[in-house]
C-alpha cells in the first residue's frame, strides 16, 4: 500500500448545494456551474471526461473540450474514425464528467451521442488557427504511427500541396450529447457531498438528493 496516497486527505467545505438552491431546470443550472468556473478562470475549465463503450461493452475514457452547449446538447470536435468515433458509431451513448478541483465541483451528463450536422461542424472547423485545422486534417487520430517524423513529414507534405487554404474533411467533425440524465457534485465536510441528480420523465426534468 502507498502511505503517501492513503495520508492525502482533503476537507471539502467551500460551498453547499441544497434542493432549494438548484435551479430546476438542469440546463441552467449547469450553465451557472459553468460560468462560476470560467469566471474562476481555471485552466481548461471546459476539459471533461468523455466515456465511451466499445461493440464488446468495454469502456473507454479521455478528455476532451466542450466547445458549445445548448438545449439541443453538449458539443465536442474530434476524429470521426479515431477509437472514440468508432465506439460512437457503434453504441451511441456516452458519459461525461466536469471536475473543477478548485470549486470542489463536479458535473456528471449522460446521454445519446449525435453527430452535428456537416455546416456546423465546417463553421467551428475554419474559424480554428491554421495549424490546428491541418493537424486535424492529416493526423490519423488513435492509429499507430512508426515514428513522430512520420506525422510531422505528413503535415509537411500537406502545408506544401494545400498551403493555408483546405476545408474541413469529412472525418472530422462534432458530435453532440443529448443529456437523459445529470448530477451536480458539491463537495462537504467529512465527505458528506451534495449530490443533485436530475432525470427526465416524459419530457419533464425532475431532481432528487443522492447519498454521498
Ligand atoms: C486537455 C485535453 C483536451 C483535449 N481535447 C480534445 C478534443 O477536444 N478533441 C479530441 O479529439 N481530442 C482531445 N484530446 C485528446 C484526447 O484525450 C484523446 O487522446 C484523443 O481524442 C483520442 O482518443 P480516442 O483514441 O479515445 O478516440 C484532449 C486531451 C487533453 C488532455
Known sequence: MNDDIQKKRHEYSLKELNEHDVNPDPFVQ???????????????????????????????????????????????????????????????????????????????IEGRIEKLNPEHSSVYFMARPVGSRRAAAVSPQSTILTSRAELENAIEKFKNEYGDEFNRPDYWGGYKLIPNKFEFWQGRESRLNDRIEFVIEKENWRFHRLAP
Open 30 to 108: 449547469f450553465d451557472t456551474w459553468f460560468k462560476i468556473a470560467l469566471d474562476a478562470d481555471l485552466p481548461d475549465a471546459n476539459a471533461m471526461t468523455l466515456a465511451t463503450v466499445n461493440s464488446d461493452g468495454k469502456p473507454t475514457a479521455r478528455i476532451l473540450l466542450l466547445k458549445d452547449y445548448s438545449k439541443d446538447g453538449y458539443c465536442f470536435f474530434t476524429n470521426y474514425r479515431s477509437k472514440k468515433g468508432e465506439d460512437i458509431e457503434l453504441n451511441p451513448f456516452g458519459a461525461m464528467v466536469f471536475f473543477w478541483p478548485q470549486l470542489e465541483k463536479q458535473i456528471r
